[in-house]
């Protein structure tokens, strides 16, 4: 997948992972939507987000995502009596934060369905 590439995460092929978020996903924005397949070309770069989003989301929570460095940056270091200081709400941001906050944009498109909805007739 072309959006997980972009952000440095190899992905094997094939990932029965990534297949089944995506095809979860694709479900999720038809139903929100109430369209029907082929899905709207506007529709599939939002599955795509959404889908890379929940995966990175998924690898981050299971500890299997490979090409991130998530641990906290270092502030001091102090030989005496070993006292170590993280840099954490120090004004600059974690390597995890960065990836929450990347996360969190892919998946918030789904806001973004609401200009594709059609009325359902049942």
């Known amino acids: 997948m072309t959006a997980l590439l972009a952000l440095g995460v190899t992905v094997t092929e094939p990932d029965p992972l990534l297949d089944l978020i ?3 996903v694709s479900y ?3 139903n929100e939507t109430n369209t029907i397949l082929p899905m709207a070309e506007g529709l599939e770069s939002i599955a795509v ?4 989003g929940e995966y990175l989301k998924f690898k981050k929570g299971t ?3 490979s090409g991130f460095e998530l641990e906290a940056v270092v502030k001091q270091v102090q030989e ?8 954490i ?7 995890e934060q960065r ?3 990347i996360i969190l944009e892919l998946t918030g498109r789904e806001r973004e369905l609401s200009r594709f909805r059609r009325i359902a007739w049942d």
Request: charged share 15%.
């Open 22 to 24: 995506l095809q979860q």
């Open 28 to 30: 999720r924005v038809l």
């Open 49 to 52: 987000d959404i889908t890379a």
């Open 63 to 65: 500890g299997g995502l």
């Open 80 to 87: 005496g009596d070993t006292n170590i200081q993280y840099a």
């Open 89 to 95: 709400g120090e004004g600059c941001t974690t390597p």
């Open 99 to 101: 990836l929450d906050a």
